[in-house]
């Protein structure tokens, strides 16, 4: 079971390694458009040219009082999200020439 573990793990980081790559190599194409992701948003649908959560409620809406209920991770969640994800790419770079 163990086995399955870290090759789970290897996979994980390797897929977390891509996932960075891909996202500057968009960065970059959009700044060489002149654009950001909220423009690419707009355009896709995915959101309207309104502007944040509190802009709408206080703009538009004309909310009095604006209470923000989003959940915050604790400084544990945050060292082992940031663990998880360094243990990940350093056993994606020891291993990478093995998984090409």
Same mark, same amino acid.
């Given at each position: 079971m163990l086995v399955y573990w +870290?090759?789970?793990t290897i996979l994980i980081g390797y897929v977390m390694a891509q996932t960075r790559e891909l996202i500057k190599t968009l960065k970059t194409a959009l700044k060489a458009q002149g654009k950001t992701y909220a423009d690419v948003a707009v355009e896709l649908g995915l959101t309207d040219a309104l502007g944040s959560v509190a802009y709408v409620?206080?703009?538009v809406v004309q909310a009095e009082k604006i209470v923000? +209920?989003?959940r915050r991770e604790n400084l544990a969640e945050r060292l082992v999200r940031r663990f998880g994800a360094t243990l990940g790419d350093a056993l994606v770079q020891g291993l990478s020439p093995s998984l090409q």
């Open positions: +870290y090759k789970f409620a206080r703009e923000n +209920y989003s």
